[in-house]
């Protein structure tokens, strides 16, 4: 390294910063990235609003669609461990790499210090994994 190289510093402390990741695009436009969202949650979401609408339809009990759905995400969560990012972690799904809908794993490598910089309001907004 000369004198004239620049380092970035790491985006630690950023309110854009989650594991590594840039939210800020997110942050912006939240959910308008289809490609950062989970594509298993994704799936799920649109079965359970398929299974309310039949359950609906058919005139079932509020009290009864909670165990049929039980017992059908249990079957689904499988599918969770299948995909090619997932990571065992204490998330209700399972996945460390799940953070609410987004994969993050499908969002930008956070490239350290840059002009969306901005530092986050309290020590629980980011983490320095």
Not at 36 to 60: K, N, S
Not at 70 to 83: H, I, N, T, V, Y
Not at 84 to 97: D, I, K, P, T
């Amino acid at each position: 390294m000369n004198e004239h190289t620049l380092i970035r510093l790491p985006g630690l402390g950023c309110e854009h910063y989650r594991q590594s990741r840039c939210f800020y695009a997110e942050h912006l436009n939240p959910g308008y990235e289809e490609r950062h969202r989970c594509p298993i949650v994704v799936r799920w979401a649109d079965r359970l609003e398929d299974f309310y609408l039949r359950a609906e339809a058919m005139g079932l009990e509020e009290e009864r669609l909670k165990p049929l759905w039980e017992a059908r995400s249990r079957d689904m969560l499988p599918e969770m461990r299948r995909c090619r990012w997932f990571v065992s972690g204490s998330h209700l799904l399972g996945c460390a790499n799940l953070h609410e809908l987004l994969c993050l794993q499908a969002l930008p490598v956070c490239q350290g210090r840059c002009s969306h910089y901005r530092l986050a309001k309290g020590e629980d907004q980011h983490d320095a994994t």
